[in-house]
């Protein structure tokens, strides 16, 4: 962990899946050897494509480490946003991306205005091992969109190289409990229920779990022609038939 003393709010965005309960374990952890863990704040954004557990699963995360909870929501949720667009979201249009972190930069942007001087920290659980585009991420760099005035803000991945060993390891010794959806659903990895980026396993448990989210994006794909994913239709998936 880096030196967390100059920041004048050290930020944990939690998602409620497993790598951000860790950046909120090791942030508390440092937090408190350094003496800063009143200027730790968490933010969850909510984008009404949840798992139907995560706000409370994070809440939960929350009050266990003693750690004050901002949850945010975008201007639109996502599936609104689906549906008026009438198309998914894809690696090439990532607008579901956008909306979840535009939603936490006006929260920075409203709690510290430009004008307002301060050093912000914003804690993210990337890990290399997850993809391609996070694989050439840093560890520690200036956030370019929030800094402004006499605002810095810094991004800061502290598990960037951690593996999924360490990930489960960390969380089992400390007893807070991770989302359900792993333990009682088998999901390898936890996103917004239905993820055009999950496997097909992940999508049916988040079927079962947002059925009204399934048929919101079965909807979606029988008014418009376009399927969630290229060439591979939601509904497909969910009857267990792939292309
Ligand atoms: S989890 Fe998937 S659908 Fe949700 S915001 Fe991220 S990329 Fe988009």
């Known amino acids: 962990m880096i030196d967390l003393t100059p ?15 860790c950046i909120a374990l090791e942030t508390v952890k440092a937090a408190r050897e350094q003496g800063v863990f009143h200027r730790l704040m968490a933010v969850h954004c909510d984008t009404d494509a949840e798992w139907f557990e995560t706000p409370s699963v994070v809440r939960n995360h929350c009050r266990l480490l003693d750690i004050p909870l901002q949850i945010v929501h975008p201007h639109r949720g ?7 667009r009438g198309m998914f979201p894809s690696m090439s249009c990532r607008f579901c991306t956008s909306l979840k972190t535009s939603a936490i930069e006006k929260f ?28 050439k ?6 956030h370019h969109t929030l800094t402004a005035g ?6 800061y991945r502290p598990i ?4 999924v060993v360490k990930v489960w390891d960390t969380i089992n010794k400390s007893g807070i409990p991770p989302h359900p959806a792993y333990t009682g659903f088998g999901n390898e990895r936890l996103s917004c229920a239905l993820c055009m980026f999950a496997c ?28 969630f994913r290229y060439k591979q239709s939601l509904k497909d998936i969910l009857s267990g038939e792939t292309q």
């Open 150 to 155: 006499k605002r810095q803000v810094f991004h």
């Open 7 to 21: 920041y004048t709010m050290i930020l944990v965005s939690l998602s409620g899946g497993k790598d951000s309960l």
């Open 78 to 84: 996502i599936p609104d946003y689906i549906e008026q």
């Open 200 to 227: 097909e396993k992940d999508l049916r448990n988040g079927a079962r779990n947002r059925p009204d989210l399934a048929q919101r994006y079965l909807e979606v794909e029988r008014r418009t022609g376009f399927t």
């Open 160 to 163: 960037l190289d951690w593996d």
């Open 108 to 135: 920075v942007r409203s709690l510290y205005p430009a004008k307002k001087e301060c050093k912000i920290l914003s804690v993210t659980g990337e890990r290399r091992e997850e993809s391609p585009h996070r694989a």
């Open 137 to 142: 991420l840093c560890e520690f760099e200036i």
